[in-house]
């Protein structure tokens, strides 16, 4: 069960728990979920090795609001230009509710560390990002009254191979 401190969190942060996120990797797609069963991907191996986190950032709707499309996609478009000039190796991702009706394009970060992955998601106006690895599924909180919430049990299910 997360430790959440609900008095301090945005008013979204109940959806963002129970967020699922679509990864694209070159090879396969997969769903990467909080899950109260033990974590592990489905057949497939973690996919960094050292077990380094891959964090999962949008810029779509800012502060829990929701934005046009156009502007939406125009600061997704900036987002993936930072991360591309940055020379960090990523893959495109897609976050929201598992029935998909909620759906916001992402990036899925390699070789960020939390503090990093915090200051970009403030620079696009996120409440949160999330933070994968071998151990554990976490949501960063983004502002500085919210706290994070860690999901020791995440499942990683293949979507299809390439």
Known sequence: MPAVSHATQPAQWPFYLRAVVDIDFPTHSLR???TPVPHGVSGLPYPLPGGRTIHIVTAFNPAGREATAEANLRAQH???HHVRVTGRQWWPAVGGDRAGTHREISAAIAGLDDTQARALGRRFGQD????WSPAS????ACAPTARDTTTADWHATPLRAF
């Not at 949160?128 to 933070?131: G, R």
């Not at 599924?137 to 960063?140: A, D, I």
Request: glycine share 0%; net charge neutral.
């Open 78 to 80: 900036e987002l993936q």
């Open 128 to 131: 949160a990002v999330f933070a």
């Open 137 to 140: 599924w976490r949501l960063l």
């Open 32 to 34: 990467v979920a909080p």
